[in-house]
């Protein structure tokens, strides 16, 4: 567990900006409370229209085909799903750029200009330690790849496809994430279920990270 009351108070006691470092420290928890706010929408967004467990996929197949009597229903849950989906996303991502100019300055006392301050550079800067190592992890990482250029995908170029599919040969029913490019590489589609899954894995990194950044500034160990 990331233990942020800890980290407040020493902020608090120890720095003479605490007040800006705690604004910083406030952002990511609510950015972690809107993932999750965005998380379970998408998780749940179509279960008021779709049943994907039932026995028959017939009301599935006709709002597929635009002939159900609740395709009015439906359009605005698929709006919900795809809105919530980019919310997890951006906020998972986000988060981790707020977190680089915590580190830069908590452990580098604000080496890197604020406006070239990201993750990337905070770890290229950090001395040789466990909060590195794990950093280094993230960015490695195929999960932070994707969510990296989903969201940059989304932001500069357009949005990834985003269908919802009855599905005979694999038995499921329910939204794809659409498969797209980013700087050469291709990335896969994926349901729903297992984007959100690849996405929560990048989220929890935050906690990995910030026990490990806890460890450093309050306990001072590196």
Not at 7 to 14: G, Q, Y
Not at 56 to 75: C, K, L, N, T
Not at 110 to 133: F, M, N, T, W, Y
Not at 188 to 203: A, D, I, N, Q, S
Request: proline share 3%; net charge negative.
């Amino acid at each position: 567990m990331w233990n942020l009351k800890e980290l407040r108070e020493t902020i608090h006691a120890d720095r003479s900006d605490s007040e800006a470092i705690l604004g910083i420290v406030h952002s990511i928890d609510r950015y972690i409370e809107i993932f999750l706010f965005h998380l379970y929408g998408a998780r749940d967004a179509l279960d008021e229209v779709i049943d994907p467990n039932a026995a028959d996929q017939i009301e599935a197949m006709a709002v597929a085909f635009g002939a159900s009597d609740r395709q009015e229903e439906y359009h605005y849950a698929k709006v919900a799903s795809e809105a919530h989906i980019l919310g997890a996303a951006h906020s998972a991502r986000s988060m981790f750029d707020v977190f680089a100019f915590l580190v830069n300055s908590l452990v580098l006392s604000g080496a890197i200009p604020e406006s070239r301050c990201s993750i990337q550079r905070v770890v290229d800067r950090l001395p040789s330690s466990p909060l590195k190592h794990e950093l280094e992890g993230l960015l490695d990482s195929y999960w932070f790849g994707y969510v990296s250029a989903f969201v940059n995908v989304a932001k500069h170029r357009m949005l990834a496809s985003h269908s919802f599919q009855v599905g005979f040969d694999d038995r499921y029913t329910g939204i794809r994430v659409g498969a797209f490019e980013y700087n050469g590489t291709k990335y896969p589609p994926y349901k729903v279920r297992e984007f959100l899954e690849g996405v929560l894995e990048v989220k929890n990194k935050i906690v990995n990270c910030g026990a490990l950044l806890n460890s450093q500034v309050v306990r001072g160990r590196v």
